[in-house]
């Protein structure tokens, strides 16, 4: 796969290490006999997956012409007791100034560039596709293992997401 619209040349070889550990743990996942050593390699493939994908969707993201915002309140004050929200009794009542600021780059995740890419260059079947491994990667921390399944099939998709964003990102990064 060709990664020379990465311009960062370590975090290039640290893609292209990530996928190349995909790859061999796929096969031998595919090749495993092992029940759990297959879900488990499954599991680790979806997360090095989706870190893949989130990297290269930075890529994309550190380049673009607008960016991504949080909203941020500064100097609240609390409004006199006799103010009262209409539904909400056991609260207090403020004023603030709110501002948006650009987010930094450590607060923006996998979902955030998704639905920010959304209308700039995925297809809608694409954000669903990379939605439902975002779900499926958030599902399979260790306290959490066993509400969904990882498979195969699951495997295949991921691999097939990273192919078609590889292939497609680089119309949309300036070397």
Sequence with gaps: MDLEF????KLRNRIGDAITYILVLDTQARG???KVFQTETCRVIILYAHSVI???LHEVYEQADDCLYRTDYKDPS????????RTIRDAELVVAVRKKIPK?????????????FEKKML????????????GLRNSLHLKKLGSVAC?????????????????NIPRFVSK
């Design 6 to 9: 990465i311009t960062d040349t």
């Design 54 to 56: 989130e990297a290269l």
């Design 151 to 167: 498979t195969i099939n699951d495997v295949d998709e991921a691999l097939q997401l990273i192919e078609l964003t590889i292939k």
């Design 104 to 116: 930094k780059d450590h607060e923006i995740g996998f979902h955030d560039l998704v639905t920010f």
């Design 123 to 134: 297809k809608k079947e694409t954000v669903a596709r990379m939605l439902k491994l975002n």
């Design 32 to 34: 495993s006999k092992e």
């Design 78 to 85: 609390v409004l006199n007791k006799n103010f009262t929200h």
